[in-house]
């Protein structure tokens, strides 16, 4: 059978797609607009949260913590939001709940609902210093937040109270002094693991005000008087972790912090706390013109090897970083003396010697003497230091960085393990984990990903350093001492020598001129 094709003509043929008309292109153009004008409209709402949202609690950069992540999690316990769903921390959850219940019992009348009440007041407030749980707390979820605030703050404040001797008599201490109390009071110092200081406050105030119903008596002695009984919750925080200080003295302290409404959390009370009396530069948060940031180590060169800025005058003060600062090694053979200052404080008993106001951050280069503030290394040293340097990073408020500069110089000090013996026998360095490579191991590392500022903290004592192991004759003095001169008896048949030195030549002059005659 045959097949016939028929032909249709081009101009009666249906074409396979729409051809929209202008009018219809129109609308569509107009639709395309409004749609683009609501994603714009988002884009501003969402600038506009961030620009009023005052994040005060971070977690940490990857380019902090890569090099020791371990450092910024919790090990025992889970405080806000940030760590909740971590099951390791479940432990802790019947603690937190003896905890809140010795709470309760302070005060005659006051319940859960009574204090979620209370801490709704701050809902909002405190949902800002946290950043991104927007989605785990929404706002049909703000019940759950509330609830992780009444739990964690009571678990902090009575821990707290409890480390101070402020817990009921007839009750037995919740957590005993051993390895688990180190833990949390390292656990209660990582950035990540912050509740905001007005809720703690709010908490401790609700029943501070009780005689028999609030702290219940005093451990051991006499029970206090009434202005005794009544003390700032900052005091006692600082009571509470003065041993977790890197370097701590009677004056630092003692000294006021001014209003709890300006202390952000424990961690920014800590570095409150460890901070000089007087500041050594003028860089300030109005002078961002003065920064020039850069992350040291992560990008394999020197932070310290910068090229000056075309537009900074060249004079003595903006000189280039062309050279690396020697190490303690290398310093001594250029014969700069460690002197240590200070003392190591583990604990304040009395709070009445005032003698010493050193900090961690008085080092001073001068005559070829550097004072270096004695310091201890225990088993947290690094946690600790981490977290305030990472504290300085991420706060857009927070000049000078103390921590982060101190932990660059450090670093720069300290290259081996001979560097770490040196300050150790001058007594600067406490080291109480071991073995000196794993304290030069730990400010090696820690340095990782942290940017600092142009206005070095100390950049004075580092030109002088410089300039100072530059001149040969410092060197060769140095030579002479460690060669000639570093005993008695050595230095004793080094004189002597030189004396029959002296005395050969005398006498073969005088037999010279002898024979001339």
Same mark, same amino acid.
């Given at each position: 059978?045959?097949h016939?094709?028929?032909?249709?003509?081009?101009?009666?043929r249906?074409?396979?797609?729409?051809?929209?008309?202008?009018?219809?292109?129109?609308?569509g153009?107009?639709?395309?607009?409004?749609?683009? $004008?609501?994603i714009?409209?988002?884009?501003?709402?969402?600038?506009?949260?961030?620009s009023t949202?005052?994040?005060?609690?971070?977690?940490?950069?990857?380019?902090?913590?890569?090099?020791?992540?371990d450092?910024?999690?919790p090990?025992?316990?889970?405080?806000?939001?940030?760590?909740?769903?971590?099951l390791?921390?479940?432990?802790m959850?019947?603690?937190?709940?003896?905890?809140?219940?010795r709470?309760?019992?302070?005060?005659?009348?006051?319940?859960?609902?009574?204090?979620?009440?209370?801490?709704?007041?701050?809902?909002?407030?405190?949902?800002?210093?946290?950043?991104?749980?927007?989605?785990?707390?929404?706002? $049909?979820n703000t019940?759950?937040?509330?609830k992780?605030?009444?739990v964690?703050?009571?678990?902090?404040?009575?821990?707290?109270?409890?480390?101070?001797?402020?817990?009921?008599?007839?009750?037995?201490?919740?957590?005993?002094?051993?390895?688990?109390?180190?833990?949390?009071?390292?656990?209660l110092l990582?950035?990540?693991?912050?509740?905001?200081?007005?809720?703690?406050?709010?908490?401790?105030?609700?029943?501070?005000?009780?005689?028999?119903g609030?702290?219940?008596?005093?451990?051991?002695?006499?029970?206090?008087s009434?202005?005794?009984?009544?003390?700032?919750?900052?005091?006692?925080?600082?009571?509470?972790?003065?041993?977790?200080?890197?370097?701590?003295?009677?004056?630092?302290?003692?000294?006021?912090?001014?209003?709890?409404?300006?202390?952000?959390?424990?961690?920014?009370?800590?570095?409150?706390?460890?901070?000089?009396l007087?500041?050594?530069?003028?860089?300030?948060?109005?002078?961002?013109?003065?920064?020039?940031?850069?992350?040291?180590?992560?990008?394999c060169?020197?932070?310290l090897?910068?090229?000056?800025?075309?537009n900074?005058?060249n004079?003595?003060?903006?000189?280039?970083?062309?050279?690396?600062?020697?190490?303690?090694?290398?310093?001594?053979?250029?014969g700069?003396?460690?002197?240590?200052?200070?003392?190591?404080?583990?604990?304040?008993e009395?709070?009445?010697?005032?003698?010493?106001?050193?900090?961690?951050f008085?080092?001073?280069?001068?005559?070829?003497v550097?004072?270096?503030?004695?310091?201890?290394?225990?088993?947290?040293?690094?946690?600790?230091?981490?977290?305030?340097?990472?504290?300085?990073?991420?706060?857009?408020?927070?000049?000078?960085?103390?921590?982060?500069?101190?932990?660059?110089?450090?670093?720069y000090l300290?290259?081996?393990?001979?560097?770490?013996s040196?300050?150790?026998?001058?007594?600067?360095?406490?080291n109480?984990?071991?073995?000196?490579?794993?304290?030069?191991?730990?400010?090696?590392?820690?340095?990782?990903g942290?940017?600092?500022?142009?206005d070095?903290?100390y950049?004075?004592?580092?030109?002088?350093l410089?300039?100072?192991?530059k001149?040969?004759?410092?060197?060769?003095?140095?030579?002479?001492?460690? $060669?000639?001169?570093?005993?008695?008896?050595?230095?004793?048949?080094?004189?002597?020598?030189?004396?029959l030195?002296?005395?050969?030549?005398?006498?073969?002059?005088?037999a010279?001129?002898? $024979?001339?005659?």
């Amino acid at each position: 059978m045959a097949h016939s094709i028929e032909i249709t003509p081009i101009n009666h043929r249906t074409p396979l797609l729409h051809q929209p008309t202008e009018h219809e292109i129109e609308e569509g153009r107009n639709v395309e607009l409004i749609e683009t $004008n609501q994603i714009l409209d988002e884009i501003y709402l969402d600038l506009y949260h961030l620009s009023t949202k005052s994040c005060t609690i971070f977690r940490v950069s990857v380019g902090l913590s890569e090099s020791n992540p371990d450092a910024y999690k919790p090990m025992l316990v889970s405080i806000g939001p940030y760590h909740k769903k971590n099951l390791q921390l479940r432990l802790m959850e019947n603690y937190k709940l003896r905890y809140l219940q010795r709470f309760l019992r302070r005060k005659d009348g006051l319940d859960v609902k009574t204090c979620i009440t209370e801490l709704g007041k701050l809902k909002d407030e405190a949902l800002k210093c946290y950043d991104g749980i927007e989605d785990i707390y929404s706002d $049909n979820n703000t019940g759950q937040f509330l609830k992780m605030l009444l739990v964690d703050g009571c678990f902090v404040v009575e821990f707290i109270r409890e480390r101070c001797g402020r817990k009921p008599t007839e009750e037995d201490i919740i957590i005993p002094y051993s390895c688990i109390d180190g833990q949390v009071r390292r656990d209660l110092l990582l950035l990540e693991n912050q509740l905001p200081f007005f809720v703690l406050t709010k908490l401790h105030n609700m029943t501070m005000d009780q005689i028999n119903g609030g702290f219940g008596g005093w451990e051991g002695g006499e029970p206090p008087s009434r202005l005794d009984l009544i003390v700032p919750f900052i005091k006692l925080v600082k009571e509470t972790f003065n041993s977790s200080f890197l370097k701590m003295s009677p004056t630092s302290f003692l000294k006021t912090e001014g209003d709890a409404k300006n202390i952000k959390h424990l961690l920014q009370l800590v570095h409150m706390s460890c901070h000089l009396l007087e500041k050594k530069t003028s860089l300030t948060p109005e002078n961002p013109s003065l920064e020039m940031e850069y992350c040291r180590k992560s990008l394999c060169w020197n932070p310290l090897q910068m090229v000056r800025l075309k537009n900074m005058p060249n004079d003595k003060d903006h000189q280039t970083w062309d050279t690396n600062m020697p190490n303690a090694t290398e310093l001594r053979e250029a014969g700069v003396t460690f002197s240590k200052i200070g003392k190591i404080y583990r604990r304040l008993e009395g709070y009445h010697n005032l003698g010493d106001n050193t900090s961690l951050f008085d080092i001073k280069f001068e005559n070829g003497v550097m004072t270096i503030p004695c310091f201890e290394v225990f088993d947290y040293t690094e946690t600790i230091l981490r977290n305030l340097v990472a504290y300085e990073q991420q706060s857009s408020d927070v000049h000078p960085r103390y921590f982060s500069d101190f932990s660059i110089f450090m670093d720069y000090l300290i290259d081996s393990n001979k560097d770490v013996s040196l300050l150790r026998q001058k007594g600067i360095i406490k080291n109480e984990i071991g073995e000196d490579k794993r304290v030069a191991s730990l400010f090696n590392k820690i340095g990782k990903g942290v940017a600092i500022s142009y206005d070095f903290y100390y950049k004075e004592e580092y030109f002088m350093l410089v300039q100072h192991c530059k001149k040969p004759w410092n060197r060769m003095k140095a030579s002479l001492r460690h $060669n000639y001169f570093n005993s008695p008896w050595a230095g004793a048949s080094t004189v002597g020598a030189v004396i029959l030195l002296i005395l050969t030549a005398i006498q073969t002059v005088l037999a010279f001129t002898g $024979n001339v005659k």
